[in-house]
């Protein structure tokens, strides 16, 4: 009995599309039993709706995201992470695979607490037999990570960069020009709600001046705009 997968790619780099579909049609020329229904997106906005498209007619089996994708027109979704969250929320059993050029340890860290991806690959990193045998690994349950990624878990590396949605997306309209005042209305939070918060990261980001300038500067270091 073939076992089809629905699978998503959201990726905004069309020769790292065709190097998945090679990939997966590779897996299942050498599986009789496995078949890849594949549906791609290349930016938030065509992810989302990819994943409420498949919430009214499939169950989502297997995403290839990255994470750092083009904004929805709205800019509720600014990165890859947003919609890896949504997935995760709405299909729990999905596998989710990200592979990303991002290299920050702190960055990659979030996204291993946030999004929890059953593999997380670093681009510079990536050929076909390392792509395939990260596929085959999750198809199968087990999780995959890069060389640099698998130090990481190893050393257990904790930190307090865990940043929600809700701090991503005040982080990333300030980048944009937006006054902490304007906040409340972007991100629907209370003044004093953005106040805290903005508190907690310049905490986080170790910003004694408490400049928005300081604090931005800070977070792209750190790879989170």
Same mark, same amino acid.
């Given at each position: 009995? &073939?076992?089809? *997968?629905?699978? +998503?790619?959201?990726?905004?780099?069309?020769? &790292?599309?065709? @190097? $998945? %579909? #090679?990939? !997966? /049609?590779?897996?299942?020329?050498? /599986? @009789?039993? !496995? /078949?890849? %229904?594949i549906r791609t997106a290349k930016n938030c906005e065509e992810g989302n709706a990819e994943i409420e $498209?498949?919430?009214?007619?499939?169950?989502?089996? !297997?995403?290839?995201? /990255?994470?750092?994708l083009p904004p929805s027109k709205d800019r509720k979704l600014i990165s890859g992470d947003d919609l890896g969250i949504k997935l995760k929320s709405l299909f729990p059993k999905v596998k989710i695979i990200i592979a990303?050029? *991002?290299?920050n340890n702190y960055r990659l860290?979030?996204?291993l607490k946030t999004i929890k991806p059953d593999a997380l690959l670093l681009k510079n990193d990536l050929d076909f037999k390392i792509l395939t045998e990260g596929v085959l690994n999750v198809i199968n349950d087990v999780?995959? $990570?890069? %060389?640099?990624? *698998?130090? !990481?878990?190893r050393q257990h590396i904790s930190n307090d960069f865990n940043l929600d949605n809700i701090d991503r997306q005040m982080l990333y309209h300030l980048s944009l020009g937006? =006054?902490? =005042?304007? *906040?409340?209305?972007?991100?629907? +939070?209370?003044?004093? @709600?953005?106040? #805290? #918060? =903005?508190r907690r990261l310049n905490q986080i980001f170790n910003n004694d001046k408490k400049s928005d300038k300081v604090l931005l500067r800070l977070a792209r270091e750190k790879g989170f705009l």
């Open positions: 009995m &073939i076992n089809q *997968l629905n699978t +998503l790619i959201i990726e905004d780099h069309p020769f &790292i599309i065709e @190097g $998945y %579909k #090679r990939v !997966l /049609d590779h897996i299942s020329s050498n /599986d @009789g039993n !496995l /078949d890849f %229904k $498209y498949a919430v009214h007619h499939h169950i989502m089996d !297997l995403v290839f995201l /990255d994470i750092s990303t050029h *991002l290299e860290v979030n996204i999780p995959f $990570y890069s %060389k640099p990624i *698998l130090k !990481l878990v937006a =006054k902490t =005042k304007e *906040l409340p209305e972007i991100v629907h +939070l209370s003044q004093a @709600g953005i106040e #805290r #918060r =903005k």
